[in-house]
């Protein structure tokens, strides 16, 4: 792996609130699934328009390491529980997406669109100089990493999708309907990027983002993503904020027209393993279980557990997920 990517070891401030997350939360974040000695880091990519990917690796900085993708206002914390197991055989590098995490922000006037996230992708791979390029995904990320995984075919080696792989189902005329309020919204968060974001005490902080996610990630679970996803406020002692751009609120999710999405999909070539949380709402749907069964019809090296849990079952529940893609890893010969 090129070296280039380790030049700037960085945001060493993340470890100073981790600490005093811990001590005005009164929680301890979760132990994680594995607990060797695996090396971490902290890692700047730059992007093109004058910013910075922030990305945290996991393991061997030499070897080429799996591209880890979040869900939606999550981060990379969100690999936290089980990234050291993995990590011992094969590292991994979890980035944080523009705007979330400690990635850069896009510039005023600009605003977030999903397929940007493809392009991402091959930025990075581009940007590392890798051959091929291997894919962990959750949510909005999984979603990015099949959409790229379809469209370059021979440039991924496999794909791990956790609980999504493609955009729910809507109904289109409710889909539309509701363009002219996010439009609305977007505008009123371009005039409010500078504005300061409320405060509130540590505990307070993960009860909000813990509600915020339907309870999908659980209390104990929160502080993984506040590493990366709060800071302290500058003005108001013991006191925190989300720091996500939010913009990021009111993303256009537009739904890909179902034939657009069986063309995407029959291209799916690699070794896949698609991880379904079984107490989910999404991909639970008619729409996501017709495409999935054409992508087992189209790709012989697909495999699917449905398995309990939340959304974010692989943040809460790492004993339940890192095995299956363990031996997954095992069974293709990426991992020994």
């Known amino acids: 792996m090129s070296r280039k990517m380790f030049v700037s070891v960085v945001l060493n401030t993340s470890k100073v609130f981790s ?17 060797a000695n695996v090396p971490v880091k902290e890692v ?45 055989k094969r590292p991994i590098l979890a980035i944080d997406f523009p705007g979330h995490g400690l990635s850069s922000w896009y510039p005023k006037g600009m605003q977030y669109y999903p397929w940007d996230l493809p392009r991402l992708v091959y930025y990075i791979k581009k940007h590392f100089n890798w051959d091929k390029i291997s894919l962990l995904g959750h949510s909005m990320g999984s979603i990015a990493a099949m959409r790229f995984a379809s469209t370059f075919p021979d440039d991924v080696d496999f794909y791990v999708a956790i609980d999504s792989l493609i955009y729910d189902d809507y109904d289109l005329n409710l889909v539309v309907a509701n363009f002219p309020k996010i439009i609305q919204k977007t505008e009123i968060a371009q005039t409010r990027i500078d504005t300061p974001a409320p405060c509130y005490a540590m505990s307070e902080v993960i009860d909000r ?128």
Not at 253 to 270: A, G, H, I, T
Request: aromatic share 8%; glycine share 6%.
């Open 209 to 336: 983002w813990h509600k915020g996610t339907n309870g999908s990630v659980t209390k104990e679970s929160v502080p993984h993503l506040l590493k990366r996803g709060a800071k302290e406020s500058p003005s108001e002692p013991n006191k925190f904020y989300i720091s996500r751009d939010p913009r990021l609120k009111n993303i256009l999710f537009c739904p890909d027209d179902k034939n657009l999405v069986k063309v995407l999909v029959s291209r799916l070539k690699c070794p896949t393993l698609y991880i379904k949380a079984r107490d989910s709402p999404y991909a639970s749907d008619e729409y996501s279980t017709e495409l999935r069964e054409l992508i087992a019809s189209t790709n012989p090296n697909f495999e699917w557990h449905n398995i309990p849990g939340t959304h974010h079952l692989h943040l809460n529940d790492p004993e339940r997920v890192t095995p299956l893609i363990m031996e997954f890893l095992q069974k293709y010969k990426f991992i020994t």
């Open 19 to 35: 600490s005093s997350l811990n001590k005005s939360a009164g929680i301890g974040v979760r132990r994680n699934l594995h607990t």
């Open 44 to 88: 700047k990519i730059p992007t093109r328009w004058n910013g910075h990917i922030a990305a945290k690796l996991w393991g061997n900085e030499n070897e080429r390491p799996i591209l880890a993708l979040h869900g939606w206002q999550d981060n990379a914390g969100t690999w936290d529980p089980m990234a050291p197991a993995l990590a011992a």
